[in-house]
């Protein structure tokens, strides 16, 4: 429960800074959880906002029968789903990708180090979304097994299967671009 849990206490108490704190360390990856679902990451950072306005507004209780994290990946998980029922289809956006360069060396690293993030993102964005979830929660918001079970509405042995068809799913889009594992 920890710190985000009293943070939220302390909002329902009557105390704005403890949901200002709680934005603070959510919404970047709350953003990009939500645009692991809807694939458009201006909807995304429009849910992530009225997923907290929700949060301010609504003051649902947390019961604390789970991570406050997890909580609150939930209840974004609800927005999303609910504005993917709303509307039709989704516009496609490409990826821009601004980044600061210093010595030659440096420019070639991150250069190479961003064409790999773009690839690694165009190839989620190909899978099947519970993929793309489940990776996500995963490996970008470090969220263990059982987390995501109770986030996704999975059992264990069910995220752990789609972790693996993910990953070998995730490798064969890789594959398919170019990309080659380098083994050290």
């Not at 985000?4 to 206490?9: E, G, K, W």
């Not at 209780?61 to 289809?89: E, P, Q």
Request: charged letters at 35%.
């Amino acid at each position: 429960m920890g710190n985000d849990a009293d943070r939220y206490r302390r909002y329902l108490d009557g105390d704005d800074n403890g949901i200002i704190e709680i934005i603070d360390i959510y919404h970047e990856g709350l953003t990009l959880y939500l645009n692991s679902i809807v694939d458009n990451i201006c909807v995304a950072e429009e849910l992530m906002q009225e997923m907290f306005v929700r949060l301010a507004v609504k003051k649902p209780k947390f019961k604390g029968k789970m991570y406050f994290k997890t909580w609150l990946y939930s209840i974004a998980k609800h927005c999303a789903l609910d504005y993917l029922r709303k509307s039709s289809k989704m516009a496609d956006f490409p990826i821009d990708e601004a980044f600061h360069m210093s010595d030659e060396e440096d420019i070639e690293r991150q250069y190479l180090k961003e064409e790999q993030k773009i690839e690694l993102h165009r190839a989620m964005r190909r899978l099947k979304s519970e993929y793309a979830q489940v990776l996500y929660l995963m490996y970008f918001e470090n969220f263990d097994t059982a987390q995501i079970a109770s986030i996704m509405k999975k059992s264990k042995r069910q995220v752990g299967d789609l972790l693996y068809r993910a990953k070998k799913t995730l490798k064969t889009e890789l594959e398919k671009d170019g990309f080659v594992y380098e083994e050290y």
